[in-house]
């Protein structure tokens, strides 16, 4: 059974840090596609970060520069340093799993070819 438990949110002022974590169970993240998600309230999910088995990552526009994703192949976890925080980038944050590349024309893969998701952790960001 496949189980992604992200924790490390919270509430943090504008231009301040959070490291989320994702520990991994019964599935190797160093294996796949490996991303975070965000849903902020009324919005559709958007993808933030990507990170394939090569190690390679990709960022939406909106968080390049600012957010760095990660995984302890040793630990099967997978990290997200957010720096420079902005009241924008308050919602949940998922991390999710597929099989494959990240291989996309956008710079993380649709939610939909996800197979594995975790239960999302709350970051708010206060101005």
């Known amino acids: 059974q496949v189980q992604l438990v992200e924790s490390g949110g919270g509430s943090v002022q504008a231009g301040g840090s959070l490291r989320l974590s994702c520990a991994a169970s019964?599935?190797?993240?160093?294996?796949?596609?490996m991303s975070w998600f965000r849903q902020a309230t009324g919005k559709e999910r958007e993808g933030v970060a990507a990170?394939?088995?090569?190690?390679?990552?990709n960022y939406a526009e909106s968080v390049k520069g600012r957010f760095t994703i990660s995984r302890d192949n040793a630990k099967n976890t997978l990290d997200l340093q957010m720096n420079s925080l902005k009241p924008e980038d308050t919602a949940m944050y998922y991390c999710?799993?597929?099989?494959?590349?990240?291989?996309?024309?956008?710079?993380?893969?649709?939610?939909?070819?996800?197979?594995?998701w975790g239960q999302g952790t709350q970051v708010t960001v206060s101005s």
């Open positions: 990170i394939d088995s090569a190690g390679t990552t």
């Open positions: 999710a799993a597929k099989g494959g590349s990240c291989r996309t024309p956008y710079a993380v893969p649709g939610s939909s070819l996800y197979n594995y």
């Open positions: 019964g599935y190797t993240i160093r294996s796949g596609c």
